[in-house]
């Protein structure tokens, strides 16, 4: 996994928290110092980590928790925001939409360039583009044999002369001869051996004035940590078309100090490299990679489902008035059933909530599953007048219930205790309390 290290640190400031019994100013402070030190072990600026982290300490303390969610899933919240927030916010993907769309990319010797372009040249072929590259490096004959070897067993052609000397007129040529072969994406690689980056880039200008390219893509790697701040701002300022592949980010130490130095220029990263392999490259998302960075599931997907969660559990000022005066029948449970069925399987519920999916044995979240979907198949059974006045279940009818539903007498008779037991709670209980109590119910009544 990309930035393994820094992904562990932050993840274990985040069960500190979620193991935590209180959530106070010096729990908060603790997690945020936490998080300093993990992003700066990671390389990053330490003026860029100061300024994320007195945003995450101000907003835990001063922001209040939304209805539904407790302090400390608030908190991970924030923390997440955050640092997708550092991270370029918005994925922007590398969009195709002309045919062909030719594309140049740059990067200084030993960046991970061509390993890079192959691997990007895969990437689309999968996608079901038909893919051309080419090499237009002078400098080193090898760069085009490398790059053959590493697209042939996939069919990807190469175009490249491994003794011509001038590259704008190797790169043209390319260019021409896989327009003519009708391809959906040229992919052209230029030389890696410049002296420094004025000479990468003044090559990059040269080769884009004769193919003018869709788009350039620098080539950075992940290793040089926040030293490709000043890479990254040179080539944004040279090209307007410019996106960036940061390489080397699996078991890379500095990774997390390049990803937000590229981040920080404001020039979109599209691509991480994550492996030495053709399939190692990934098309960068901040949301998705700090859910992963955080080991916390699908954090986005957790976010839409509480605020879908919140909305059901929003009991109707009616609803309350009927609980208040005992009217609660099974129906109105059938009812708070259903919303949770709609959400997906329970246990992946539960695993999106933040210190939650940590604690959770995991035999409590099979039982809460299993007993839900039997709550439903036994009220299947029930006739209309069963479902609206529970009290008239006797005995018999329990057990043309449990034949019907394919249960048991013990598992009817578990679920009138379940509804009894809600009964007698929402009964002469203040509105306050109930609408509290209503929350809890959704998760913890039903033997979860
Ligand atoms: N671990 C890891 N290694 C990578 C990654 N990308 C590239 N490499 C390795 O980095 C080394 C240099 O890669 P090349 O593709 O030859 O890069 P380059 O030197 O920039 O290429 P040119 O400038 O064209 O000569 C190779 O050993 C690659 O296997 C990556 O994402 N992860």
Redesign the pocket.
């Known amino acids: 996994m990309a930035l393994e290290k820094l992904g562990k640190a932050l993840n274990s400031a985040l069960k500190k928290l979620a193991r935590s019994s209180t959530v106070d100013e010096a729990t908060i402070k603790e997690v945020v110092r936490d998080i300093q030190r993990a992003l700066i072990q990671a390389d990053v600026n330490v003026r860029l980590v100061l300024q994320l982290t007195k945003t995450i300490e101000k907003r835990a303390l001063e922001e209040k928790a939304p209805a539904g969610a407790s302090k400390k899933e608030h908190i991970i919240q924030i923390v997440y925001e955050e640092l997708t927030k550092f991270l370029g916010k918005e994925a922007r993907p590398l969009e195709i939409r002309e045919k062909p769309t030719v594309l140049l990319t740059v ?13 990007l040249a895969r990437h689309l072929q999968k996608r079901g583009y038909k893919v051309g590259l080419v090499c237009s ?1 002078t ?2 004959p ?2 085009y044999y ?2 053959k070897q590493l697209v042939e067993p996939f069919g990807i052609e190469v175009f490249g002369d491994p003794n011509e000397k001038d590259a704008v007129r190797l790169a043209r040529e390319g260019v021409e001869y896989f327009k003519n072969k009708g391809v959906d994406v040229i992919i052209v ?5 410049h002296k420094d980056e004025s000479g990468l880039i003044e090559e990059m200008k040269q080769i884009s004035e004769a193919i003018k390219p869709h788009e350039v893509i620098l ?1 950075i ?2 290793t040089i940590g926040q030293q490709a701040y000043n890479q990254a701002l040179a080539f944004k300022e040279a090209t307007p078309i410019g996106s960036i592949i940061v ?6 130490a500095k990774g997390g100090g390049a990803l937000s130095a590229v981040a920080a220029t404001g020039a979109p990263i599209k691509f ?5 392999r053709i399939d ?2 990934e098309p960068f998302d901040p949301k998705r990679f700090v859910s992963r960075l955080l080991g916390m599931g699908d954090i986005e997907g957790l976010l839409q489902k509480l605020e879908e969660l919140q909305k059901e559990r929003e009991f109707k000022e009616e609803d309350v008035e009927k609980f208040l005066k005992g009217k609660f029948n099974l129906k109105d449970m059938y009812a708070q059933l259903e919303a949770m069925g709609k959400m997906g399987p329970l246990k992946q519920i539960l695993q999106m909530i933040p210190g939650l999916g940590y604690s959770l044995p995991e035999d409590a979240v099979k039982v809460g599953e299993e007993k839900l979907n039997r709550y439903r198949v036994i009220m299947d059974s029930m006739t209309e007048e069963e479902l609206e006045h529970p009290e008239i279940i006797n005995y018999s009818r329990i057990k043309r219930i449990a034949r019907g539903s394919g249960t048991s007498v013990k598992e009817v008779r578990e679920l009138l205790n379940q509804y009894n037991q809600m009964k007698k709670m929402f009964k002469g209980m203040d509105k306050r309390k109930l609408s509290k109590m209503a929350k809890k119910f959704n998760f913890g009544g039903l033997g979860i």
């Open positions: 990067g200084i010797q030993g960046s991970g360039k061509t390993t890079s372009v192959a691997k490096d400098w080193r090898g760069a490398q790059l690689d230029s030389a890696g051996r080539v790697d992940g390489t080397k980010l699996d078991g890379s991480i490299g994550v492996g030495e190692d490259l």
